[in-house]
């Protein structure tokens, strides 16, 4: 059954405001995937702060007409699906491009990055990078690795005189 006007506006404007709120942006194909695939991603999404809506590429090209780069919008077929990362830029391309990997019907088409469109190999880029807290983690790991190794160095020198005292104790007994 067609959609109204006033359907089609209401989903324009919920796609404005899912592009706007979001940090990346993730154009996929889901053409012959299964209802209990698409679940088990919009599941996968929801625990990592993004979410996972289906449109059609008409309303697609009126929300994105305003996006710089090269439109693929255009090179798209049949519906789309959007993957909209709130929190983590990385977090909904990589669990995107997991299921490709798993499902053949599943194919990522590019994507909006930081106001301007992505190519299908920068998605995939981008899917490959660590999430926000691993890059936190590595980046603490890197701060306290110089001061482990200075702690270890200071403590050696009492250590080195304590067993210096004890070997001349040891001789003079």
């Known amino acids: 059954m067609p959609k109204t006007k006033e359907q089609k506006k209401q989903i324009l404007e919920t796609l404005k405001d899912k592009l706007g709120k979001s940090k990346s942006v993730v154009f996929s194909s889901d053409n012959g995937a299964t209802v209990q695939v698409i679940e088990e991603l919009r599941q996968e999404l929801r625990k990592n702060g993004a979410e996972y809506m289906v449109t059609k590429k008409t309303l697609l090209k009126k929300v994105t007409k305003d996006i710089e780069g090269e439109n693929q919008v255009n090179d798209l077929t049949g519906s789309v ?7 983590d830029e990385v977090a909904g391309a990589n669990i995107v491009n997991k299921f490709a990997k798993s499902n053949q019907a599943i194919e990522l088409s590019g994507g909006v990055l930081e106001g301007s469109f992505i190519m299908p190999d920068m998605v995939k880029r981008l899917a490959t990078l660590p999430s926000k807290e691993e890059l936190l983690a590595k980046l603490v790991g890197s701060i306290n690795s ?3 190794g200075m702690v270890g160095v200071l403590s050696g020198v009492p ?8 070997a001349i104790k040891d001789k003079k007994s």
């Open 159 to 166: 250590r080195n005189f304590v067993g210096v005292l004890s």
């Open 146 to 148: 110089p001061l482990s």
């Open 81 to 87: 699906g959007l993957t909209f990362s709130y929190e």
